[in-house]
T-cell receptor, first 112, second 112 residues
Framework: GEDVEQSLFLSVREGDSSVINCTYT??????LYWYKQEPGAGLQLLTY?????DMKQDQRLTVLLNKKDKHLSLRIADTQTGDSAIYFC????????????FGSGTRLLVRP | NAGVTQTPKFRVLKTGQSMTLLCAQD?????MYWYRQDPGMGLRLIHY???????AKGEVPDGYNVSRLKKQNFLLGLESAAPSQTSVYFC???????????FGEGSRLTVL
C-alpha cells in the first residue's frame, strides 16, 4: 500500500546541519518531494527528485534517495532560524500520478 | 499575484450545519485538490479534479462533496457537518501530472 513515514520532531542549533528522513513503501514512486510549511501558511515546494536519481543539490539543500531501502533524506546546511517549519515528504505513484501522498511532517526547530 | 485563494479562512459550525469552502486559482491549472490536515496525520486527500467538470474521490471522501463547474474554481461542500470534520482544509492546484502543487493558505473549520 501507499505509506510515507517521517519522524515528528527535530531540534538543531543555528549553523548546524539538519537531516530530515523519510521512508516510503511503494516501489513504483516516480517523483519524491520535500515541501515546507511555515506557521499559518500552506505548503511550498522546496525541492524534488526523480526516482532514477540518487542525489540532488540545490544551494543549502541536498536530497539523497536510496531506492533499495526506500529512504529519502533532506539535508539543510548551515540551518537558520528561518528554516524552522514543518517539512513534508511526498511521493507520486506511477499508476496515479495526479495525486501526492504526504507523510505526517517533521517539525524542525532551530535554536539560536 | 494571487495564486490559490481560499475562502473563508475561518469558520465555526454547529453539528448538522452545512457549508461550502471555495477555492479559486488564477494560474490556469488543470488539476485541483482538497486536502485536510490534522495533527500528526499529515495531509490527506479528500477529493480532486483533473479538469473542468470532473471530480474524483481521494483517501477520505466521506461526508464531503465537490464541484468543478469552472476551471478556476473548486468547491468543497459539507452537507451535515460533524465534529470529526474539525480540521484545517487546504486547496491546491497543479499544471499537470507530477507537477508542483501550489497551495492556498488554508481554511480552519471548527465543528461544535
Amino acid at each position: 500500500g501507499e505509506d510515507v513515514e517521517q519522524s515528528l520532531f527535530l531540534s538543531v542549533r543555528e549553523g548546524d546541519s539538519s537531516v530530515i528522513n523519510c521512508t516510503y513503501t511503494d516501489s513504483s514512486s516516480t517523483y519524491l518531494y520535500w515541501y515546507k510549511q511555515e506557521p499559518g501558511a500552506g505548503l511550498q515546494l522546496l525541492t524534488y527528485i526523480f526516482s532514477n536519481m540518487d542525489m540532488k543539490q540545490d544551494q543549502r539543500l541536498t536530497v539523497l534517495l536510496n531506492k533499495k531501502d526506500k529512504h529519502l533524506s533532506l539535508r539543510i546546511a548551515d540551518t537558520q532560524t528561518g528554516d524552522s517549519a514543518i517539512y513534508f515528504c511526498a511521493e507520486t505513484l506511477m499508476d496515479s500520478s495526479y495525486k501526492l501522498i504526504f507523510g505526517s511532517g517533521t517539525r524542525l526547530l532551530v535554536r539560536p | 499575484n494571487a495564486g490559490v485563494t481560499q475562502t473563508p479562512k475561518f469558520r465555526v459550525l454547529k453539528t448538522g450545519q452545512s457549508m461550502t469552502l471555495l477555492c479559486a486559482q488564477d494560474m490556469n491549472h488543470e488539476y485541483m485538490y482538497w486536502y485536510r490536515q490534522d495533527p500528526g496525520m499529515g495531509l490527506r486527500l479528500i477529493h480532486y479534479s483533473v479538469g473542468e467538470g470532473t471530480t474524483a474521490k481521494g483517501e477520505v471522501p466521506d461526508g464531503y462533496n465537490v464541484s468543478r463547474l469552472k476551471k478556476q474554481n473548486f468547491l468543497l461542500g459539507l452537507e451535515s457537518a460533524a465534529p470529526s470534520q474539525t480540521s484545517v482544509y487546504f486547496c491546491a492546484s497543479s499544471p499537470g501530472r507530477a507537477g508542483e502543487l501550489f497551495f492556498g493558505e488554508g481554511s480552519r473549520l471548527t465543528v461544535l
